[in-house]
């Protein structure tokens, strides 16, 4: 089957290693475009351009889709770029950008799309996230007929995935990654046997991932325990949480719930090899993975010996 792809991050990268894997051919790729990265903030290409490039597949990168949008100029390039690819089928996973009318009405299968949730809980940027945050017990992946609402499509094909106790977005993802690449080889193969049946999402449980902001790590020691902890899980590997302690930004990775204990929020209680136990508006954590500005994660035992903490001393929210 011949089949454009369109996706930008290491979620999507995984799933085009899958399909390549699996012996269809990939005329074009559609990635976002380069961008400033790292602490030299070069432009690096995303990993689904860098795969691309690797395997010898042409990559379009256009700012927009839409023909009488900002870019119109790149937009009609792209629309030729997919005119000239004959796709059978697009799929898309992670790309970034809306898909007009014009390109899902392009390939003779329409547009695929692999989104990392139980559809229709968490439409949207952050499913993974917003599922951790929220204490969800499983999740997955839907692979669905995209249409022209937000992940509003029929779904095709869906498989759970139940969410470890401890699991963070860095390991979750990876996960999900892994299944949702199985999944869509799995949806093109029914595909070519006329054998997907849609299937309408239900009205009931709709809900949104709306996108991380960095904003949302600054730890608010008034919150219930379990409800920071959550937050921690789900924004590693960003933005990760931040507290402010004597006058100093630190991330804060990795938590525990800890017994109830009787302190002003934010409060250190205890400092030892064990963690940082530190009270919260219902319960207390127990900070087990710390980061000082410019170092690196280290457990609490490290941290504390490199950067002692007195009991008594006071976690705020750092300001946004």
Same mark, same amino acid.
């Given at each position: 089957?011949?089949?454009?792809?369109?996706?930008?991050?290491e979620?999507?990268k995984?799933?085009?290693a899958? $399909?390549?894997?699996a012996?269809h051919e990939?005329?074009?790729?559609?990635?976002? %475009?380069?961008?400033?990265?790292?602490?030299?903030?070069?432009?690096?290409?995303?990993?689904?351009?860098?795969?691309? /490039?690797?395997?010898?597949?042409?990559?379009?990168?256009p700012?927009s +889709?839409r023909?009488?949008?900002?870019?119109?100029e790149?937009a =009609?390039?792209?629309?030729?770029?997919?005119?000239? =690819?004959?796709?059978?089928?697009m /799929?898309?996973a992670a790309?970034?950008?809306?898909?007009?009318?014009?390109?899902l009405?392009?390939?003779?299968?329409?547009?695929?799309?692999?989104?990392a949730?139980?559809?229709p809980?968490w439409?949207?940027?952050a499913p993974?996230?917003?599922a951790?945050?929220?204490?969800?017990?499983?999740t997955?992946?839907?692979?669905?007929?995209m249409?022209?609402?937000?992940d509003?499509?029929?779904?095709?094909?869906v498989?759970?995935?139940?969410?470890?106790?401890?699991?963070?977005?860095?390991?979750?993802?990876d996960r999900?990654a892994a299944?949702?690449?199985r999944?869509?080889?799995d949806? $093109?193969?029914?595909?070519?046997?006329?054998?997907?049946r849609? /299937?309408?999402q239900?009205?009931?449980?709709?809900?949104?991932?709306?996108?991380i902001?960095?904003?949302?790590?600054?730890?608010?020691?008034?919150?219930?325990a379990?409800?920071?902890?959550?937050r921690l899980?789900?924004?590693?590997?960003f933005p990760?949480?931040?507290?402010?302690?004597?006058?100093?930004?630190?991330?804060?990775w990795?938590?525990?719930?800890?017994e109830?204990a009787?302190?002003?929020?934010g409060?250190?209680?205890?400092?030892?090899?064990?963690? +940082?136990?530190?009270?919260?508006?219902?319960?207390?954590?127990?900070?087990?993975?710390l980061?000082?500005?410019?170092g690196k994660?280290l457990?609490?035992?490290?941290?504390?010996?490199?950067? %002692? /903490?007195?009991?008594?001393?006071?976690f705020?929210?750092?300001?946004?």
């Amino acid at each position: 089957m011949r089949v454009v792809f369109a996706g930008t991050p290491e979620f999507a990268k995984q799933a085009l290693a899958c $399909l390549r894997a699996a012996g269809h051919e990939i005329p074009l790729v559609l990635s976002q %475009p380069d961008r400033p990265a790292g602490r030299g903030m070069k432009l690096q290409a995303s990993p689904v351009k860098q795969f691309a /490039v690797e395997h010898g597949i042409a990559v379009a990168q256009p700012r927009s +889709l839409r023909l009488d949008g900002k870019y119109p100029e790149e937009a =009609a390039a792209a629309r030729q770029a997919l005119l000239d =690819a004959r796709p059978d089928v697009m /799929v898309v996973a992670a790309y970034g950008l809306i898909l007009p009318q014009w390109v899902l009405d392009l390939p003779r299968l329409g547009c695929l799309n692999i989104h990392a949730s139980l559809l229709p809980r968490w439409r949207g940027a952050a499913p993974i996230h917003r599922a951790i945050e929220a204490g969800d017990a499983r999740t997955g992946i839907t692979i669905m007929q995209m249409d022209a609402g937000l992940d509003t499509g029929d779904m095709l094909l869906v498989e759970a995935l139940d969410i470890a106790p401890q699991e963070s977005t860095a390991t979750l993802h990876d996960r999900l990654a892994a299944q949702g690449g199985r999944l869509i080889v799995d949806a $093109l193969q029914l595909a070519e046997q006329g054998a997907l049946r849609p /299937v309408v999402q239900p009205a009931e449980g709709v809900c949104y991932a709306h996108k991380i902001e960095k904003a949302e790590g600054l730890i608010d020691w008034a919150e219930p325990a379990a409800q920071i902890e959550r937050r921690l899980r789900a924004f590693d590997p960003f933005p990760g949480g931040q507290a402010q302690l004597d006058g100093e930004i630190l991330k804060c990775w990795r938590a525990e719930l800890a017994e109830q204990a009787q302190g002003q929020p934010g409060e250190v209680l205890a400092a030892d090899e064990r963690g +940082l136990l530190v009270a919260c508006g219902e319960q207390a954590l127990r900070l087990t993975e710390l980061q000082r500005a410019g170092g690196k994660r280290l457990p609490a035992q490290a941290f504390l010996q490199a950067r %002692p /903490v007195a009991v008594g001393s006071r976690f705020i929210t750092p300001a946004a």
